[in-house]
């Protein structure tokens, strides 16, 4: 059977509204969906709201939802757009250095690889706000600075210093840390 011939009793439940439905399928995948908004959220607090708000969209928009392709990358789409309007609504300070691109080096791109999951993830939530986002959705999703500056309704420039000035601070903090590791 098929994961979404497996989950077409619990869609078929939340067309039709029924709680108990839409709570399996929360906690079916409560755990992919917070691995995904962690990498976008400053705390585990903020990443469950943009779960749960995601989870609202899904349910509110399950009629959408085309039975013939997966249903991961369209939950996916809803969590990481979720995490956009939640980056949108809460954003603080908005970073708009035009500065120059600056590709990254083979070294970085090394090092960021070689990372645990766990790892990543406390340096992505020391970066800010728009830093982090930039990030995620450059490396991890893998957009154009103009979709992203499309999504979070800033410039391609803005796009391309917040990706630059992030994986500046990631380097830093790596190195850092292992400052500090070679110290214990």
């Given at each position: 059977m098929t994961e979404n011939e497996l989950l077409a009793p619990l869609i078929d439940g939340c067309l039709r509204m029924q709680e108990a439905s839409?709570?399996?399928l929360y906690r079916r995948f409560?755990?992919?969906?917070?691995s995904i908004c962690l990498?976008?959220?400053?705390?585990?607090?903020?990443?469950?709201?943009?779960?749960?708000?995601?989870f609202l969209k899904v349910f509110q928009k399950i009629e959408q939802y085309d039975r013939s392709q997966p249903f991961k990358?369209?939950?996916?789409?809803?969590?990481?757009?979720?995490?956009?309007?939640?980056?949108?609504?809460?954003?603080?300070?908005?970073?708009?250095?035009?500065?120059?691109?600056?590709?990254?080096?083979?070294?970085?791109?090394?090092?960021?690889?070689?990372?645990?999951?766990?790892d990543l993830m406390k340096v992505l939530h020391h970066l800010p706000a728009?830093?982090?986002?930039?990030?995620n959705l450059y490396v991890v999703e893998e957009m154009s600075h103009a979709e992203i500056a499309a999504?979070?309704?800033?410039?391609?420039?803005?796009?391309k210093s917040n990706l630059s000035?992030?994986?500046?601070?990631?380097?830093?903090?790596?190195?850092s840390s292992h400052d500090i590791h070679l110290k214990i």
């Open positions: 839409q709570i399996a409560y755990s992919y969906g917070m990498r976008y959220a400053d705390s585990r607090e903020s990443a469950l709201e943009m779960l749960n708000d995601g990358p369209w939950l996916r789409r809803i969590l990481i757009n979720a995490s956009i309007d939640h980056y949108r609504k809460y954003q603080q300070e908005q970073t708009s250095d035009y500065s120059l691109y600056d590709d990254t080096s083979s070294t970085y791109n090394e090092a960021l690889s070689q990372l645990e999951y766990d728009a830093y982090r986002m930039a990030f999504h979070l309704k800033i410039t391609v420039g803005t796009s000035k992030a994986r500046q601070k990631i380097k830093e903090l790596l190195k």
